[in-house]
């Protein structure tokens, strides 16, 4: 920022905090204020504000100002030995490979054998079957599925039989642990083969191995009903030994299972994973979602849920709740393994009846429906139907099942486990009607000419009894929807409002004793069924009985300061803007636009209502403040609203259009003349030619071209005069009348506002207080102080900008009727992509069931604060003061030049979707505050680990966004990426750790020349933090007399006895904790995983980096409460969601335009990046998805954007 503009910023332009005389004060406004003065009996400046209305005189409990100790439960239980008396122990691991086979019954030689055998079955090569191959089913490689689920469970069936039993534990995949030596080479092979097989490895030395005949039921497991009319399906399994094989255990010091050899404790959680969901699966659990989950089985599943959340859906019997177990061990500080269980309810599609198990038809005669869609079953589907049902039965997996009814065969056909196949233009996946040859009929011997309808009755004795009904194409061929039947599965996309209320409920009614709720799961488990138990006593471990308890602590909360001298403890992670506080330093409001969509066209009250809302707390314009309603009539553009249009997309863009040009006619070009008759000027920013951006008036020269008038210390002159007989440069001033001391002075534009029609104020320099005052004349003075009239102008200064240039409309209100997230997400689209404009949603509905309209208004306050906030007004909503020690800020931050990023990642939908990549960089000001960020958005195809090559420009744009911010390059930089999985961390490492080091020094290399001292590059010293959000560790309090709602309060941190294990080679300082920085309302508060993948900062020890990242959940600009989320990722998090959705717009694949790009035309290159063809004009960064929120080169240096904050 240019410290020209110090002085000017610290006093602020808005209307709302001018210094005034007394004697120009309402008596409300005095009134008020004596009662600032008398302090915090009514919870006014002197209180916290924390009461039901912000000031009522209920205290909070006290601040805490030093961390506290804190007792907590965790839904971790210990590893123990299954034996007492057994304290050491081995393992061994396999390979498992899975092909088919083919039974033969007799040998090479023609001879008929005594009992059939099986051999590999070759793989065909065209045409032929290759000697001495084999045909893989490559199902474990792809992880676990239902097929390679049966296939390994009739593997351990199948070494359990006989006297000596052989335990193995699997859950699908290619890796099998046994709890000892399955075969020695001395062992001799299956007689069921014709032949010893093959070794499935290349290499040159023969690993040791031995192969296994296993039947399975495919698409169905062993155990189902139907089980006996599905066909055996023979597969080989080679299990191999890994090249070490043997994984030896003792029990540790602190009781708990540990390997030998430390470096393996990775593999060791790996085993007792494996082993605990192969136990839920031999207990009769179902697989679902989450590789470690299973779900429990139905006949304990009224058991472990409540009667309301069983049968939530009582009007769909054929979806419903079900309950799974979530399993996962860690290695934790102690040499201790801890396993972490949660239940987890998701809703799924039944495959019978709750009540009487009968199974669950595609078509259901009764209700008249084909997956749940409501047909007439005795007409063909109509037209305006068939997307519905074909997109209901694309979601479903369904049995085929018939029985044959003919003289020589009689038996019940079942073709498990089946979908629709997707429609091709040579084979549509649905035919609407069995019985119309016209539709698709086909020669089948002997019968002829058949449809579905008549084959079936022909060939299998079955008359369908609805022949207007559709057939569905299958792998197996076409069958008629009458012969379908639900398989269970789980549902994709479950947003149906009440099953959403209803998993929150139970969730709800479980907080608080969520820990006695997972003993009261395991317990019934374990009454279900032994085969569990005695897997887990075969590998000779068990759980504890309880989940463990111990000490965490409270972290000390900061103290938030607020404008006017009010401030505010926190409660619970949670505090307000009620009573009577100011933003600590409100941004201006120069201009807007107003798009109404209700249904009434009366959402514009709500524009205004809410401008009022924000001159109460300091946001405001003092050009028209008390006009506001005048204003907003002329703005507003009045669409229809969008449940009565086709085409949203053109609706949107077609009035955002006409409210952007309507606000430059109003503001820039003056056309109603409101500026004219108050003899004032639209006061806006500018990028100007030479010093970036700046303050300005504008004033309509009656053509395209706009006078521009710069502040004094910017530009001295405004206007061309003729003086002496010469042309002479001079500024415009404003004669004025003081109407309480009755003389006259002169004052400069800037200096003077109109306040409402014929009434201004004025300040005679920028050291006075405003006063009331009667405009007189427009006069203007040179540089030598000589003054003129207005018959001496020639003409005034203009200057040939570009709209994006001169800023107007600063922000764009447009109000909903009722919430509308695609029209959220094409407003941003439209306002953020298309033209570089902040927007603001509201609706109407939402505002008309608040009961408290002020507070619904503030937190929107809190919005267009972050928003509009710039490098000008250096606009922020609040400080942090009183935190650990200091007077203000966040610890260790202030030290030396720190850059505090933010990166996260969302992952588009469908198969070539696109990453987006945001990140965020704190723009910490003179406060300590980080409540302004800039950002980067980029794309990419990858969708978990950022890619070298967009990480580099990521970085590269927020340090510059840093530099031009402050003027300092960092020598520190902390990093908080969000999102990612243990798996992803040495990825993390390569591709994007490493590659910090040389983004920064590229940025060095533009900007050293202007960085004073030294000028070579001093790599900054990095730290780099993993945001794990995605863990099923819980924590409570183990007091329920010192729980908040159930929960433990905000701040607490949990940083030892399950912290990971150090050298598992997954960290290299042991920084890593748990924070629950939100205070929990309702169900039961989830922690973040913080854990430091590099530490090159010795002073960021575990302790200051919970300070900080604490200190900076109270930083979120646009709410007031604590983030689960780190504040930065939490933004970064939902702006890359926001962008996702506009994606399909931008890239062409969803939505009509028509001429909606021909402004700003959009570029595609190398598939991963969109990005604006105006880019080269504006010296921009490349690549980015959001330029004019992005800095640019001006003169060489680079320039901080003007506005950089979009507050998601």
Known sequence: MDPRYNKRQADSSTYGQRSRLPHQLSHHQQSRDRSRERGSARGGNGGSGQGRHGGEGIRPPPRRIHDERYDVQTNCFKVVPANASKREGKWYEYRAFVYEARKIRKDPDGNLLASPKFVFKEEKVDGEFKSGSRKSIGILEKGASLESEQVMLALQRKLLEGNEKKWIATDGGPTVFAASQLFKETDPHDLQYYEKPPQPNSGEKEKLSRTYLVEIKKGCRFDEDFAENVPDIPRLVILEEVDDPILNWQCAS????????????????????????????????????????????????????????????????????????????????????????????????????????????????????????????????????????????????FHIIYDINTENDKRRVVKPGVRMRLSTPEAPSILWASNDPHQYSFEASPYGTCTVYSYFQSRYGIKLRYENMPIVLTKYGWYPVELLFQSFAIMKGANDENQKMAILKFYDNKSGRAMSELKRYNDELRQFSQHGQELEEAFGFKLSDEPLQHEAKLLAEPKLEFGSGHSSSPRNGSWNLSGNKKLFRPADLPSFAVIDFTDKGDGHELVVGLLKRAAYHGLTNNQFEREYPQVVNELVIKANPLHHSGDMVQQINTALESAIQRAKDFFLKDCTNFFKQRHTAFKTYVTHPTIGKTECLVYPTGNDNLGIVYPQEVMFESHQIQFKGEIQEARMAIVVKSDYRGDKFMVDPFDFVSVELNKWEARRDESSVWEQVTFVEFQWTTKDGNVVGKDAVVSSVQCDYKMWQVECPAIIFVVFQNIEKEGHSLVKMFSNFMNGVQSQCLVKATHDRQRNEAMYYSNLVLKINAKLANSINMAQSWKITAYKGLKQGLPWIAEAPTIILGLALTKGSGKDSKTVVVGSVALVDESGSCLKNGFSVQLQSRPDVIEPRVFKEIIKS??????????????????????????????????????????????????????????????????????????????????????????????????????????????????????????????????????????????????????????LSFQYPTATKTTRRLSLAQYCKRLSEQLISYLPYIDGRRGSLKEGFAHFPHLVVDGDETVRSDHSERNLISKELLPDFCPRLVNGEWQAPLRPHLAA
């Not at 393994?337 to 199974?359: E, G, M, P």
């Not at 150090?1062 to 920085?1077: H, N, Q, R, V």
């Not at 995983?1089 to 900080?1108: A, C, D, H, I, P």
């Open 254 to 397: 602190g009781g708990s299972l540990w390997p030998l050899d430390d470096s393996k404790a990775q593999k060791f959680c790996q085993v007792i994973n494996i082993v605990l969901k192969n136990s839920m699966l031999m207990s009769g659990c179902r697989s679902f979602g989450n590789k470690l989950t299973a779900c429990l089985p139905d006949e304990i599943q009224a058991t472990v849920m409540e009667n309301d959340l069983f049968n939530s859906n009582a009007g769909d019997r054929t979806i419903g709740p079900r309950m799974g177990m979530l399993q996962s061990s860690r290695a934790c500080v102690n040499k201790e393994i801890f396993v972490a269980q949660s239940a987890k309810v998701s809703h799924f599609h039944l495959d019978k009846f709750q009540d009487d198990r009968r199974r669950i038809p595609i078509l259901d005669p009764g209700k008249q429906t084909i997956a749940g869609v409501r047909v007439n079953i005795n007409e063909c589907v109509p037209c305006d139907l068939r997307d519905t049902v074909e997109a209901a039965l694309d979601k479903l997996t």
């Open 958 to 1111: 927020l340090t510059i966004h840093f530099y031009a911010s402050g003027g300092e390059f960092p020598k520190r930089v902390l990093v908080f990426r969000d999102g990612q999985s243990e798996g992803n961390f040495p990825e993390i490492r390569s591709d994007e750790i490493d590659n910090i080091p040389q983004a920064l020094e590229d940025v060095w290399e533009t900007v050293r020349d202007a960085v004073p001292g030294n000028q070579f590059f001093q790599s900054p010293k990095v730290s780099y933090v993993i945001c794990l959000n995605q863990h099923n560790i819980q924590v409570v309090p183990s007091i329920a007399s010192r729980a908040v709602n159930k929960n433990v309060p905000s701040g607490t941190c949990v940083d030892n006895v399950i912290m990971p294990f150090a050298k598992m080679g997954l960290t290299e300082d042991p920084l890593s904790f748990l924070l629950t920085a939100q205070g929990g309302l309702k169900g039961t508060s989830k922690p973040v995983f913080y854990r430091m993948l590099l530490n090159q900062n010795g002073s960021l020890t575990r302790e200051v980096l919970e300070s900080v990242v604490f200190g």
